[in-house]
């Protein structure tokens, strides 16, 4: 069996990369995802387990100590991290794996698993992003001027991607993402063992 490949979905916050893995697992079958954790409360609707494994400080300091992130970091003061025995049970299992990761976890997820999968999700404009932050009424004005800002500096960095997706319309976001999932699951080196397996050379 082949091991399952890395997807990590970045962007800043308000672009949509979550919505749009989401709307990925709804139209596909067969991905897996891989819930990080973090030392922040939950926001709004969120679901532990199922959005994040929220954990205090003391948790997750721990399990720094212990080794069992094969990325974390600290973002606007939290912690964030994914954990290993989540992400390789999967790989080793077949399952490709979605990651929705910041510029730090993405770029630390590739100096360890150099074939994975970087995309990039970026808004139409910074106008068009401050107002999709205000008008999801989460955060303060203090907040959204650190996010705006924050963006703006992971935008200039974008070029370590490998893809970069423009999110203007969400179904047409959504369509090159799994364009994208298709076409490198016929990557040779993907493919290459399974046709050597068939026709036995």
């Not at 979605?98 to 999968?117: E, P, T, W």
């Amino acid at each position: 069996m082949n091991k399952g490949q890395i997807y990590v979905f970045s962007g800043p916050s308000g672009a949509g990369k979550s919505t749009l893995v989401h709307r990925l697992r709804q139209r596909l079958n067969g991905l897996g995802y891989s819930v990080s954790h973090t030392s922040r409360a939950p926001r709004g609707v969120e679901v532990d387990g199922v959005d994040y494994h929220f954990v205090d400080r003391d948790t997750f300091s721990r399990m720094i100590e212990n080794g069992s992130f094969v990325e974390w970091a600290t973002v606007y003061g939290d912690f964030y991290g994914t954990s290993i025995s989540g992400l390789l049970g999967q790989i080793e299992d077949g399952i490709d794996v979605l990651l929705d990761l910041d510029y730090q976890g993405a770029s630390n997820i590739k100096a360890h698993f150099k074939d994975s999968v970087l995309i990039y999700i970026l808004p139409p404009s910074l106008e068009i992003l401050e107002k999709r932050l205000r008008e999801r009424a989460t955060d303060d004005d203090n907040i959204i001027d650190r996010r705006l800002k924050q963006a703006l500096d992971e935008i200039r960095k974008c070029s370590i991607y490998d893809y970069l997706i423009i999110n203007d319309d969400l179904e047409e976001a959504v369509e090159k993402a799994i364009t994208i999932i298709r076409a490198d699951s016929c990557r040779i080196s993907r493919i290459l063992p399974r046709v050597k397996e068939i026709f036995r050379f």
